[in-house]
């Protein structure tokens, strides 16, 4: 798994509601995935594991909104996805992930290490 520090979003259009290719967050979710990998060092893929097999319950999901221009900073260790854009207009958004110099070495460690 490749992880990083922290995910910055930057808005480059507008996302004024949800079920417009929202960033969506998992609110609480980096202290339940650190205890899973810190349980789990092989990383296994997430994707398909139910809230049973990871060890604690989703909390309901945050579509993000907001207009161009806006930033959102995000843990690495933070449940998050982009939803599908249900609208007509395009959703323009750059992400940038943020990593501290010798991350690379300590990869694993700051999975499971909060």
């Known amino acids: 798994m ?3 520090n922290l995910l910055l979003g930057v808005l480059i ?18 202290k339940g995935l650190g205890n899973y990998f ?8 997430l994707y398909e594991k139910t809230s ?6 989703n909390p309901p999901r ?9 930033i959102f900073l995000v843990h690495y260790n933070l449940g998050h996805a982009v939803m599908p854009n249900l609208l007509e207009d395009i959703r323009y958004m750059c992400f940038f992930r ?10 694993e460690e700051s999975l499971s290490n909060i």
């Open 2 to 4: 490749r992880n990083f």
């Open 13 to 30: 259009s507008d996302v004024p509601q949800p079920g417009c290719g929202n960033l969506t967050v998992w609110p609480g979710t980096y």
């Open 98 to 107: 943020i990593a501290v110099k010798g991350l690379l070495d300590h990869r």
């Open 38 to 45: 810190s349980e789990n060092p092989a990383f296994p893929p």
């Open 52 to 57: 049973e097999e990871l060890g604690f319950a």
């Open 62 to 70: 945050k579509e993000l909104s907001g207009k161009i221009g806006d």
